[in-house]
Every structure is written in structure tokens, then in C-alpha cells.
């Protein structure tokens, strides 16, 4: 209960900040909910009024029925005209708010939690179910305006009418039912929604959609995705069926007590302790029962269903309040490095997962050096990345900057530290001024240094190629837009990621993939250039890389294997020694010169 409340109070909050005034006019809206009552009450007077022949009466009646009427009129043309325009604006503050939650929290490891990719996901699907909430809230509270004005009036007629309550109250436990199946119904459609709809992107992926049409994959995607989506629906409607044949069996029951309000009236009347009038309010207001208690019992159930989405945004912003309490850090991030970066048996395992990506890691990187880390696939390279940029925090052991616990430090602080290139790198379609400037948001528009980044990356020329120059829109599905090579697009990746001006760490994830081993040998090795001499920050270079031409430049080198270094030195320092290095960078060697005789270390 004290969560509903909770949920309510966000809306009403929201409300309230997205629109005072909005809100404050929607107060007037239950006083045309009285109508039913008032109704009936001047209906009871036309009819007395016009069996006594009493004028006066009638009058009174007339006038009070076209008064009610004017106040209906005024009351809902005006609460639903200010209910719909506020009821866009708090789903437009709910929807803004849940991107800005999801996207604000500090790692990645709620990627990796199916429990928050559920919850995440009903929110998704329940934006609009968000945006009537409020719709819902005040509509339900105009029904028990009428709900409880109609029993009051029906009391005063009679208080034994009331007993037609208990037959229209059997909707109470109806819908808390209906809302207990429909709950399990969720949380089991749950993972099959987030699977059709991760189907249903690859049917309209670009990515994907070579790679589909290559393996004849269409058919079978989309077979899964029908298959999926149904199967999603299914727990859903299973519901909906059983609770239609409940409401069937409630309609009736009231239906046999309403028969019998009726009865006691007439018989009222036959005993002459009722008028006319009154028997033809009560039997006005008895019809008006069911709709008067079961209406917002029925909307308690919608309701209910609304406050749980708000519940689920209160349970996300709870949960980003937590993460960021925990994860965001108070120490301010160094301005420079002396020492480096030391690990100090750092283990690590992703959430969910039981297997060790790192084990036992302790290295030291020293201050303003080029490091690159070597390694086969999986064996945790892009892991040390994603531990040294705080998108994951060590499960075990610390990582230290300078001596300092880099879980201690402010965590935005430090990311406005670093800088990095992936090669799952983000293809921003904005402006290519703003897809390589969005690396350094001060200097977003300046268009040097865009330009001078973008040729350190080696990628000046794709500007030369863009028919709007660093104007032109990129991504083919906007207007005007021009679509990049994947090369080009990586090479814009390049140039985000050197447009800082004094990062502390930079990364550089295997972010050259698609540049041949000639052309990324002579980019790394230009950038190890600069990025030695500016060791007055003690800048630290990490480089990933699968080519050993590149790799070889690098003042260390990182082993990985398995989750652990397995050796660590200069590039003549492990070839001597002979081991993995040594055994790789030879099979490369060998690969590149297919004629020549195997090189020996
Ligand atoms: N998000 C994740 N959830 C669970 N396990 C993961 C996740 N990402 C990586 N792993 C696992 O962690 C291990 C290390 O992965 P990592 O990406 O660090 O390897 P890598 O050395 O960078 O490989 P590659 O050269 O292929 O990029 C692998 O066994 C991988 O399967």
C-alpha cells in the first residue's frame, strides 16, 4: 500500500511541476460528477410535481435538471480539455525522465541483470499506460465523487436500498483476482517480449540485414519473431479470458439485486410510504449503483495497473539513486599522473555469470607510457577496459590511480578524464561536425579542431568526400542524409576519440579494424609519437590490438590469457623470452611473408 501511495504521489508531483496551474483546474472537474444525484433528486420533483399538478414544483424540477446538465457540460468540457493536455505533458516528463535514468546510470552492469532488463522492458512497453496514469488517477477519483454521492442520495431515499451495495461490491474481489493473474501474466511475458523485440530489430537492422540475406536467414528470424511475439501474448490472453467470464458472473448477481431494489419501491409505494417521484429516483439512482461502485473499483483495478507501471519508474529511480550512491565516488580525478595505474589482484566476473573474466590480475602501467594488450579472443582484454573506465567495478582487489582507489573517485570526473575508441563504436547520425565534436562537447562546433582530430585519426579526407563538407547529415535515413563506409565511420570513431585535449587514459579498442595493418601501424605509430611527448600528464596509451606490427611499437606489453597476464615486457624483451608473444607474433610474421623461410627468434 505504501508503494501505491508512493506511486501516486509521483504523479501527482510530476503533475504539479510539469503544469500548476493544469492541475489546480482540474480540482473543479468532481463537482459535475454530482450530477447523478441531482439528477435524480429534480427528476423525483418533475414527477410529484406533475402528479399533484404542483407548478412550482415542476418548475423547480425543470430548472434544477437544466442546471445539472450546464454544470456536466461546463465541468467536463473544461476537465477533459485541461486532463488531456496535462496528461501529454507529465507522460512527455515520465518518458524523459526514464531515458535520462536509463542512460545516467554510472556502469553498464544493469545490461547484464535480466531482472532490470525486464523491469525496464514493462516500462518501455507501459510509456503511454505512464502517460494516462494521471488521466486515470483523476478520472477514478471523479468516480467516487458520483459513487459516493449516488449512495448518499439512495440512503436518503431509503437506507435499506443500500443493501443493493454487497450485490455490486462482488467486483471488489473480482478485479483484485483479475489483477493478480494479469501481474503473473507480465512477469511471464516479460522475457518473451524483450526476445521478440530483439527479434523483430534484426528484421530492420541494417547491420543485421546483410548477413540475414547472406544465410537466407529472413524466413527463419521472422518465423522466430511470430513465434516469439505469440508466445508473449499468450499468458496475457489466457487472462483476459478467464476474467471476462468473472465479470459475466458479477453482472448477473447485480442484476438479481437490482430486480429486487425495484420490488421493495414499488412496494414502498403500494404501502404509501413512497411517492411517485421517489420510487422513480430511487429505481434513477439504483441503475446508477453498479456503474457508481463497481466504475471505480473496475479503475481501482486500472489504476492499479498504472500505479504499478509509476512503481516500476519509482523502482528505477530508487535503483539509480542506489547505483549512483554506490558507484558515483566523492574524490576528485587527478589532473595528472605521476605513478600509473597499478591492479592490485583484481578479479573479476560479469553479473549473472559464474566464470572469472579477469583472475588475480596485479600489473603496474606506468605514467606516460604506450601499453598495449595482446591476447586470444575472450581472454579479457576489453574487460581491463571496461574495469579502467568504470562501466564495471572489480568483484574482487582494487585498481589504483596514482594510490588512489579508482572506485573512490567522482566517477563523471574521471570519464571526462579519458577518452576512447571502440571498434563496436557508436554511429552517431548527427551532423559529421557533431559526430567527431560530440568527442569534446566545449568544442562540439569548433570546426579546427574537428578538422585537425579527424586528420590525426588519419580520416581528413572523408570529409573532402561529403558532398555538405563537416554540414553534411549523416546516416541515409534522414533527409539529405549520406551514409558512410564502415572504414569512414570508423575513422570518425578515430577522431571523437582524439579530440580531447588532455585526457589522462586513452583506449583504443581494436578501433581499426577495418584499416589495413600498413595504415594502422602508421597511425599508432604517429599517435605513441605525440602521446609520448606529452608525458607532462603522465597520459597513459591502451591499446588492443590483433596486429603485431602495431603492437610491437608499444613501450609495454600486456599478455592475456585466460583472465590473467601471463607476460609483460618490451617487444624484444618477449620475443627473447619465447613464449605465447613470441609464438604469435612469429605465426603473424610467417602469415605476412608466405615465401620466406620461418622467422626464428
Ligand atoms: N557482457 C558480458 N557478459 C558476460 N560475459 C562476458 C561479457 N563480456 C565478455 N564476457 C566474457 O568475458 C571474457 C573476456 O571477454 P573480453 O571481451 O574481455 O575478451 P577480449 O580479450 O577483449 O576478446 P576479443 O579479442 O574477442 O575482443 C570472455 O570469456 C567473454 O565471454
Redesign the pocket.
Given at each position: 500500500m505504501r508503494e501505491q501511495w508512493r506511486a501516486v504521489l509521483l504523479l501527482v508531483r510530476t503533475a504539479w511541476r510539469t503544469d500548476p496551474w493544469r492541475s489546480a483546474g482540474l480540482l473543479l472537474e468532481p463537482i459535475s460528477f454530482l450530477r447523478f444525484p441531482l439528477f435524480a433528486w429534480f427528476l423525483g420533483f418533475m414527477v410529484d410535481g406533475a402528479l399533484r399538478h404542483d407548478a412550482r414544483l415542476l418548475a423547480t424540477g425543470a430548472a434544477g435538471i437544466t442546471a445539472t446538465r450546464v454544470l456536466w457540460f461546463l465541468g467536463r468540457w473544461t476537465g477533459s480539455w485541461i486532463r488531456n493536455r496535462l496528461t501529454e505533458e507529465v507522460g512527455f516528463a515520465l518518458d524523459r525522465e526514464i531515458a535520462s535514468l536509463s542512460s545516467g546510470l554510472p556502469g553498464l552492469e544493469h545490461h547484464?541483470r535480466p531482472e532490470y532488463q525486464d523491469r525496464l522492458e514493462m516500462l518501455r512497453q507501459q510509456q503511454g499506460v505512464l502517460g494516462s496514469s494521471l488521466n486515470t488517477l483523476i478520472y477514478t477519483g471523479n468516480t467516487v465523487v458520483t459513487g459516493v454521492s449516488t449512495l448518499a442520495a439512495l440512503a436518503f431515499v431509503s437506507p435499506w436500498l443500500l443493501l443493493l451495495v454487497p450485490f455490486a461490491l462482488t467486483a471488489l474481489p473480482i478485479a483484485a483476482v483479475q489483477q493478480r493473474w494479469l501481474r503473473e501474466a507480465e512477469g511471464l511475458s516479460a522475457p518473451l517480449h524483450r526476445r521478440a523485440r530483439h527479434l523483430q530489430a534484426l528484421t530492420v537492422d541494417r547491420g543485421a540485414g546483410m548477413e540475414l540475406r547472406v544465410f537466407g536467414l529472413e524466413n527463419e528470424v521472422l518465423d522466430r519473431f511470430r513465434h516469439a511475439a505469440a508466445e508473449a501474448q499468450r499468458p496475457v490472453l489466457r487472462v483476459a479470458r478467464r476474467g471476462a467470464l468473472l465479470d459475466a458472473a458479477g453482472d448477473l448477481l447485480f442484476l438479481a439485486g437490482f430486480a429486487g431494489a425495484v420490488a421493495f419501491m414499488l412496494w414502498r409505494a403500494r404501502q404509501g410510504q413512497a411517492t411517485a417521484g421517489q420510487v422513480v429516483m430511487a429505481v434513477y439512482l439504483a441503475q446508477q449503483v453498479r456503474s457508481g461502485v463497481v466504475e471505480p473499483i473496475r479503475l481501482a483495478g486500472f489504476l492499479g495497473e498504472m500505479l504499478r507501471a509509476a512503481g516500476r519508474m519509482l523502482w528505477l529511480q530508487d535503483y539509480a539513486r542506489e547505483m549512483s550512491a554506490a558507484r558515483a565516488g566523492t574524490v576528485a580525478a587527478p589532473e595528472r599522473l605521476v605513478d600509473g595505474i597499478v591492479f592490485d589482484r583484481v578479479s573479476f566476473r560479469?553479473p549473472g555469470?559464474d566464470?572469472w573474466?579477469l583472475r588475480d590480475v596485479s600489473l603496474r602501467i606506468p605514467a606516460g607510457s604506450v601499453v598495449a594488450l595482446v591476447?586470444e579472443?575472450?581472454?579479457?582484454?576489453?574487460?581491463i577496459v571496461k574495469l579502467l573506465s568504470r562501466m564495471y567495478e572489480p568483484t574482487e582487489g582494487r585498481i589504483l590511480v596514482d594510490g588512489v582507489d579508482l572506485a573512490t573517485l567522482e566517477v563523471g570526473a574521471w570519464r571526462r578524464r579519458l577518452s576512447a575508441a571502440f571498434q563496436d563504436f557508436a554511429r552517431f547520425e548527427f551532423a559529421a561536425q557533431h559526430t567527431v565534436g560530440a568527442g569534446d562537447l566545449a568544442r562540439v562546433d569548433d570546426r579546427p579542431s574537428v578538422r585537425a582530430a579527424l586528420e590525426r585519426a588519419g580520416g581528413g579526407h572523408v570529409l573532402d568526400t561529403l558532398p555538405g563538407g563537416v554540414d553534411t547529415q549523416l546516416g541515409a535515413r534522414w533527409d539529405g542524409g549520406v551514409d558512410l563506409s564502415t572504414g569512414q565511420w570508423q575513422k570518425l570513431a578515430l577522431g571523437r576519440a582524439l579530440m580531447r585535449m588532455d585526457p589522462l587514459v586513452v583506449f583504443f579498442d581494436?578501433p581499426t579494424a577495418s584499416l589495413d595493418a600498413l595504415a594502422e601501424h602508421a597511425l599508432f605509430a604517429r599517435y605513441a609519437r605525440e602521446a609520448r611527448s606529452g608525458t607532462e600528464r603522465g597520459a597513459i596509451t591502451l591499446l588492443?590490438s590483433h596486429r603485431f606490427s602495431t603492437v610491437r611499437s608499444a613501450d609495454l606489453i600486456l599478455v592475456?590469457s585466460g583472465g590473467g597476464v601471463s607476460e609483460l615486457g618490451g617487444h624484444d624483451e618477449l620475443l627473447r623470452h619465447g613464449g605465447l608473444y613470441a609464438q604469435l607474433y612469429l605465426m603473424q610474421a610467417n602469415a605476412y611473408q608466405p615465401d620466406a623461410e620461418p622467422v626464428a627468434p
Open positions: 547484464e560479469y555469470t566464470r573474466a591476447g579472443n575472450g581472454a579479457g582484454k576489453t574487460t581494436e588492443v592475456i
